[in-house]
């Protein structure tokens, strides 16, 4: 469960929601699987409006979402906060003049890019994603964005993998998730 919202029915919901599926893609990993959350719709609207409720007065300008499962949460969240959306991407998705950061995975490496000039010196920034894990991915996204001079206020995920310690690889920017993985 949340460290943060303990005892918010909510966040039950929330979790009970999340579908974990066993052995995919490979044989001892336990996938959480959010696409069952976003069929319950009153679990889906409880993310967001938690969402919502943490970030409506924190000034954020920019919320990034990360490909793909950010791009489900983030464009709800900024347009509720009167934020626009910067969506990080994998390589060659984006039309135009992009930047990008390669970063390390389990086995082998990987690329984000985003647009050049969607950021601005000064944005004050959220990243959202659907799960941390090692924490490599945001960890890019950070990268990205305070390579523009933008602030990272804060990193959100739906669910944390604690046993992953991806939080520790944030150096000590703050991460907030709704649920941890059972």
Same mark, same amino acid.
């Given at each position: 469960?949340?460290?943060?919202?303990?005892?918010?029915?909510r966040?039950?919901?929330?979790?009970? !929601?999340?579908r $974990?599926?066993?052995?995919?893609?490979k044989?001892?990993?336990?996938?959480?699987?959010?696409?069952?959350?976003?069929?319950?719709?009153?679990?889906?609207?409880?993310?967001?409006?938690?969402?919502?409720?943490?970030?409506?007065?924190?000034?954020?300008? $920019?919320?990034?979402?990360?490909?793909?499962?950010g791009?489900?949460?983030?464009?709800?969240?900024?347009? !509720?906060?009167?934020?626009?959306?910067?969506?990080?991407?994998?390589?060659?998705?984006?039309?135009?003049?992009?930047?990008?950061?390669?970063?390390?995975?389990?086995?082998?490496?990987?690329?984000?890019?985003?647009?050049?000039?969607?950021?601005?010196p000064?944005?004050?920034?959220?990243?959202?994603?659907?799960?941390?894990?090692?924490?490599?991915?945001?960890?890019?996204?950070?990268?990205?964005?305070?390579?523009?001079?933008?602030?990272?206020?804060?990193?959100?995920?739906?669910?944390?993998?604690?046993?992953?310690?991806?939080r520790?690889?944030?150096?000590?920017?703050?991460?907030?998730?709704?649920?941890?993985?059972?």
């Amino acid at each position: 469960m949340s460290a943060y919202l303990d005892g918010d029915e909510r966040v039950r919901r929330i979790s009970a !929601a999340i579908r $974990v599926v066993p052995d995919f893609p490979k044989p001892g990993i336990m996938f959480q699987d959010i696409t069952t959350l976003l069929l319950d719709h009153k679990a889906f609207r409880d993310s967001i409006d938690i969402f919502v409720e943490r970030y409506k007065d924190k000034n954020i300008t $920019v919320v990034a979402g990360i490909e793909a499962r950010g791009f489900i949460f983030g464009p709800p969240i900024a347009l !509720a906060i009167g934020a626009k959306f910067v969506p990080m991407r994998k390589p060659k998705k984006l039309p135009g003049e992009v930047i990008s950061v390669e970063y390390a995975l389990e086995y082998g490496t990987d690329r984000m890019e985003m647009h050049v000039g969607a950021v601005q010196p000064g944005d004050r920034t959220l990243i959202v994603d659907d799960l941390i894990a090692t924490g490599g991915t945001l960890c890019a996204a950070m990268s990205l964005l305070e390579r523009v001079g933008a602030e990272v206020v804060e990193c959100a995920c739906v669910i944390e993998l604690p046993e992953l310690k991806g939080r520790e690889r944030l150096g000590g920017k703050p991460l907030y998730i709704l649920v941890e993985s059972a």
